[in-house]
């Protein structure tokens, strides 16, 4: 909507600027001015007083003079060094609620991806640990930019890689097909092993009485051979022992048992993401866990040695990135075991071969970033001209109080009990203040998980965020639930009105201060989808959301809707569906639901 605007005076005003300005840099450069009092474009002229060996000011006064504006526009003022443009009301109405009702099942501009594949990498907890509240961030961003991608046209392909393969699923192994030998050694050193008391009587407790197929016994089994293997080192070598043996996948009956085991352990964590990921909506298209490049690891090996980019350090293999101010890329162990970039190699090349992407993108921690400029150098010296379409958006950690979470410490918020507690804060809510509500238990769920999602997307993803449950749960002032209650708000006006919602309605009756703030909020929608997809950002659409509400509340308490003349009440019913379409569509980019009745 203001790109057209854009367009429009970037195409009429080029040629009377004499090519001192080309069309494409008069469109690269209009900005809304910061004041909306001023005009709704501004174009800065600074660049101009070279040419013109004036003054910038005195330059945009007298264009402002000169200049003929196109139709959709109704004055020219100047400001310092800016020229300010305002729209005619009525032809900006149109644009905006006109195409706002024509697009209603689309967003943005679908042209930027057509064509294109783009494969994103997001959530990707590691097998045998829970999700805990840290994986939040991972999940719901990388589900944002999943959506956003598809907004703007690409075909889009989710992966959850899962982490489920590695010298860790050997030490599981070990302790599972061992357990007796694991609890045996733990009462030995029980003493030595620093933990909190009740919460370690309960994890062996779980170890032995809770069915083997379940999460919480594997859970469990994990908190407890880590904290062991701090004391008994010998546990460490059997555990990469049965690594080995699952990595060569020799005929051997041990062999067997441990591949068995760690099948069970990828199905019961999968069981146990997706209840989480029902909760949240989160919906991968392929899940491609790390073994599932396992049989392509030679291969790339293989490669690295004939393009002569493997070394030998201390029995491993590397390769050597110093020339590029990095320490080197481990590629094998001393031992032969692969190690994560062996894999990500791997799942690069089947992403762009198989999966015929155009662009990778992986949604992880800023914690990872070194490993991902790694990456992305190995696979540009291995001659892959991709490598380039690669990219890590990486984000912020959860911040708490008493230190960083450790699931091996057993010292996790798990993300399942926030979803929980906050779902159970809205059944409570609305058991009090509207305990007749049809399917209050899907509303709750909706609520609950979008305060939760919201309340991550919110914030700048390169920034870290201090946890805090009491400003997770407040549903009150800049939240989720705020803006889900004002899409609730336009669907009862809409229900009241009870009518279709009309299309000729005559707009040129939206003539107050607030329902032209209003038109002017919901005309920035696309162009704000277009910064998320840019800047990969989807804080950008949450803040944008939490603006149009609190206008549209503005706008709601001012004026009776339907009230008065007919004619206005139907430009208002226009302006109110107009909201009440890009708040769900909004809402939708960022994974959270948009209940109709709260």
């Not at 004036?54 to 109704?74: H, M, R, V």
Request: charged letters at 25%; aromatic letters at 10%; glycine letters at 6%.
């Amino acid at each position: 909507m203001l790109t057209r605007m854009k367009t429009i005076l970037s195409r009429e005003i080029a040629p009377q600027l004499q090519n001192w300005l080309k069309e494409e840099e008069i469109l690269g450069s209009l900005e809304s001015p910061k004041d909306p009092s001023m005009g709704d474009l501004a174009l800065p002229c600074f660049s101009l007083a070279k040419v013109l060996k004036k003054n910038p000011a005195q330059i945009t006064q007298e264009l402002a003079k000169s200049i003929k504006l196109p139709k959709g526009f109704k004055s020219v003022t100047s400001a310092g060094g800016y020229l300010n443009f305002s729209f005619d009301d009525l032809f900006w109405a149109h644009v905006v609620i006109d195409e706002i009702q024509n697009k209603k099942t689309k967003i943005g501009d679908q042209s930027i991806g057509q064509g294109q594949t783009i494969v994103v990498d997001y959530s990707s907890p590691n097998v045998a640990k829970p999700m805990s509240i840290g994986h939040l961030r991972s999940t719901v961003i990388g589900q944002s930019l999943v959506n956003i991608f598809k907004a703007v046209g690409f075909k889009t392909i989710g992966i959850n890689y899962l982490g489920d393969w590695g010298v860790q699923f050997g030490k599981l192994a070990w302790a599972h097909l061992n357990k007796s030998e694991l609890l045996s050694r733990v009462k030995k050193i029980q003493n030595e092993i620093q933990f909190d008391k009740d919460r370690w009587a309960k994890l062996i407790e779980d170890v032995q009485n809770k069915p083997d197929t379940s999460f919480d016994y594997l859970y469990a089994l994990y908190v407890v051979y880590h904290a062991a293997a701090e004391v008994d080192q010998d546990l460490e070598a059997f555990g990469r022992d049965y690594f080995l043996r699952l990595e060569k996948r020799d005929q051997s009956e041990l062999t067997k048992q441990i591949e068995d085991a760690w099948q069970r352990f990828v199905s019961a964590s999968l069981q146990e993401y997706n209840r989480v990921y029902s909760l949240l909506k989160t919906k991968h298209d392929l899940v491609r866990g790390e073994s599932f490049h396992e049989p392509d690891l030679k291969g790339v090996v293989t490669k690295l040695k004939t393009l002569g980019l493997l070394k030998e350090s201390e029995g491993a293999q590397i390769v050597d990135l110093s020339q590029y101010d990095m320490p080197p890329c481990l590629i094998t162990k001393s031992d032969g075991a692969t190690l994560y970039a062996t894999r990500d190699i791997a799942a690069a090349s089947y992403r762009h071969d198989t999966l015929k992407a155009d662009r990778l993108v992986y949604v992880v921690g800023a914690e990872q970033s070194l490993h991902f400029k790694q990456l992305f150098k190995v696979l540009e010296l291995m001659g892959y001209s991709w490598a380039k379409d690669c990219t890590h958006v990486p984000f912020g950690l959860y911040r708490f109080k008493d230190g960083k979470m450790s699931t091996r410490r057993g010292n996790v918020i798990f993300l399942e009990d926030v979803l929980d507690r906050a779902i159970e804060l809205v059944r409570d809510i609305v058991k009090e203040k509207n305990p007749d509500l049809k399917d209050a238990e899907s509303v709750a769920k909706a609520v609950g998980t979008g305060a939760v999602v919201f309340n991550d997307l919110m914030n700048d993803r390169q920034k870290n965020i201090d946890f805090d449950w009491d400003r997770l749960l407040d549903f009150n002032g800049d939240t989720g639930p705020y803006v889900q209650y004002i899409h609730v708000r336009c669907c009862s006006v809409i229900a009241k009105w009870g009518k279709p919602i009309p299309q000729d309605a005559n707009l040129s009756l939206l003539k107050e201060k607030l329902e032209r703030d209003l038109l002017r909020v919901l005309g920035r929608f696309n162009d704000t989808v277009l910064v998320a997809y840019n800047q990969l950002k989807p804080n950008w659409i949450a803040q944008y959301l939490l603006d149009l509400a609190k206008v549209f509340s503005a706008f709601y308490y001012e004026h009776r809707i339907l009230e008065g003349d007919p004619e206005l009440q139907k430009a208002r019913i226009a302006l109110v569906d107009s909201t009440r379409t890009v708040l769900r569509k909004g809402l939708e980019l960022l994974g959270v639901q948009t209940p109709e009745a709260m």
